[in-house]
């Protein structure tokens, strides 16, 4: 592959490490709101806004798949239309009115229903009318929808502040990705931590008011450090999704004619009209089918890098846009190979968090909220990150050369590794949690059992270190593989695991539960067999890292090489030489 490149010498002046702390604190603050929302709205939709327990976990559930899986529209502009800073600010001023309009429903109860009185002679419980809901949900899904914004387009302005062909700037790259999900666990902690006290012991209407003020200094934080972000242009090629239809229609169009065995004889654009900061891909044996597209059945120009089919774009592509095509479809396994690790997870938001209310909650004078409980995956990843990016990635890369340390499909890999053992270790401590149950004739009783809750720290600790190792490496991956035009996407695409990992849960669990004859039919999990359910997990994980390692074996990481166009002349950016 090569990459023109055109960038005005001030863009040097930017960039860099100054230029993504600012990135960072956006990050931490904004996640800092989510985060601690996610852990936490099911106790508000079920104490103060009257819905069912099962509407309640459904509600959050659809939430937080939306959220994610929204990441795509939030990708798909950012590459299209606007920047990738104008994309971060409009969708978190998004978010901010979503917080709220939160804040607004939660102070003042006329906009919620009358709380339920159920320790009463005559219980009463009153639904939210249709007005009420929808407040409700018109702040949700504002929520939802800026958030996808600004997941999607963030780590990408974060990672466009280094240069991955300069050497150095490849190290610093791999290390922005590591101290980026710091920030995001930091902020998660003070997420899980206080705000979730507050809303417990000071009101929702409070708790809400911080996040809104959360998101508030997010975007000042974004604003503060426009003047030091490098390669803040739109997408001068246009619409990813438009490139990608033209090379199945054209593919399609062009079935009948043979393809060329040299790669020259496909059409390609290598000079300046190919525009400023374009890159062209190298022709790969994968998918030949897909080469059609850019075979041109009208002769080329003399002295021209044209040539032309009739239908234009729609009948004759260039080589380029026929690899960006291949490199989606590879990537595509990948994605889908990690998507149940993430339904692992949404059973540790779940589950073991039901768990862990059966458990002594109590340290040092002082009980432990359930919803707080992911803290302990979250200081895990806040110790480990940095042992990571500062030790393990300087000592392998003297081995491999590779500046990463390890390829992002190797990292992948021992994350899902972690999440089998996760599971397989959270059998084991279910085994035990009943068996204490039983031993102290406490199985119908809904007193705390004598076992500390820290016996859940074990599967939250490995699996918060398969989280870094996996959610990290797909950022980085998507963002490395990605086209040059797609970054934003290829980001909001391994976001999207998330989303169809907790869609996947709630059928996974149905499913489960009807086959097995009701594992988790009952109420009481001392009686349940849910420490099965976390063995067959475990298994399906195991079979799901087969699946992971046939897709990783098959891919082929893209290649680069460089061809830099320098000036001669004026500074304006414009291209005179080609210089390999």
């Known amino acids: 592959m090569g990459i023109f490149q055109t960038e005005p010498k001030k863009q040097a002046r930017r960039g860099g490490n100054r230029a993504v702390l600012f990135v960072f604190a956006t990050e931490g603050l904004e996640n800092m709101a989510f985060i601690a929302n996610a852990m936490s709205l099911v106790t508000y939709f079920y104490g103060f806004m009257n819905l069912s327990i099962t509407k309640s976990a459904t509600t959050l559930t659809n939430f937080m798949g939306t959220a994610f899986l929204l990441t795509l529209v939030g990708g798909y502009i950012s590459d299209t239309y606007w920047s990738r800073f104008k994309t971060c600010l409009i969708f978190a001023l998004i978010e901010l009115v979503g917080y ?10 006329q906009l919620r229903p009358t709380p339920c009185k159920l320790d009463v002679a005559e219980p009463h419980c009153e639904a939210a009318d249709t ?118 229609v054209a593919s399609i169009r062009n079935r009948k004619l043979p393809i060329p065995e040299k790669a020259e004889d496909l059409h390609e654009i290598h000079d300046k009209e190919a525009g400023e900061g374009h890159e062209y891909l190298q022709r ?65 938001q779940t589950f073991s968090i039901q768990q862990s209310l059966t458990l002594d909650r109590h340290f040092i004078g002082f009980e432990i909220p359930g919803p707080s409980m992911p ?90 270190a398969a989280d870094m190792f996996t959610v990290v490496g797909l950022l980085e991956f998507f963002y490395a593989e990605s086209a040059a035009g797609m970054k934003s996407l290829g980001t909001a695409i391994s976001w999207c695991s998330i989303a169809f990992g907790y869609f ?56 680069v090489d460089v061809v830099v166009l320098e000036k001669q002349g004026d500074s304006d950016g414009s291209v005179e030489m080609i210089k390999a």
């Open 284 to 348: 790969t044996e994968q998918f030949k089918f897909l080469d059609r597209a850019a075979v041109s059945y009208c002769p080329t120009i003399e002295g021209s890098s044209k040539s032309t089919n009739p239908g234009g774009a729609w009948s004759l592509c260039t080589v380029t846009q026929v690899e960006e095509v291949k490199l989606l479809i590879r990537m595509f396994p990948i994605i889908l190979s990690t998507i149940f690790m993430n339904t692992c997870l949404a059973q540790l």
């Open 504 to 559: 996947l849960s709630s059928v996974v669990v149905e499913t489960v539960n009807k086959v097995s004859g009701g594992w988790l039919g009952s109420n009481n999990l001392n009686r349940d067999k849910l420490n099965y359910f976390y063995w067959l997990l475990s298994g399906m994980s195991v079979m799901n890292f087969g699946a992971y390692l046939l897709c990783a074996y098959w891919y082929k990481y893209k290649k």
């Open 131 to 248: 007005g009420q809901l929808a407040l409700l949900y018109t702040g949700l899904y504002l929520i939802a929808f800026g958030t996808s914004g600004v997941k999607s387009a963030l780590p990408a302005l974060g990672a466009d502040q280094f240069d991955d062909k300069d050497p150095k700037q490849a190290g610093q790259l791999s290390s922005f990705f590591n101290w980026f999900f710091l920030s995001l666990t930091i902020g998660a902690i003070f997420g899980v931590t206080f705000v979730v006290w507050i809303s417990a012991n000071h009101g929702w209407d409070l708790a809400f008011g911080v996040s809104t003020l959360a998101v508030l200094f997010a975007v000042l934080s974004l604003c503060m450090g426009k003047s030091l972000y490098r390669n803040n242009k739109i997408n001068p090629k246009g619409s990813p999704l438009l490139s990608i239809l033209q090379v199945l």
């Open 375 to 464: 803290v302990i995956p979250l200081l895990c990843m806040f110790f480990l990150i940095p042992i990571y990016d500062r030790v393990f990635v300087p000592l392998v890369r003297k081995f491999t050369g590779i500046p990463t340390g390890i390829r992002h499909l190797q990292r992948i890999a021992v994350g899902l590794v972690l999440s089998v053992i996760s599971m397989a270790v959270s059998g084991m401590v279910e085994t035990r949690r009943k068996s204490v149950a039983v031993k102290h004739n406490m199985v119908d009783s809904s007193e705390p059992l004598p076992m500390s809750v820290f016996w859940l720290g074990f599967q939250f600790a490995i699996f918060g």
């Open 100 to 109: 709220v309009l939160l804040t607004v429903q939660a102070h003042y109860p």
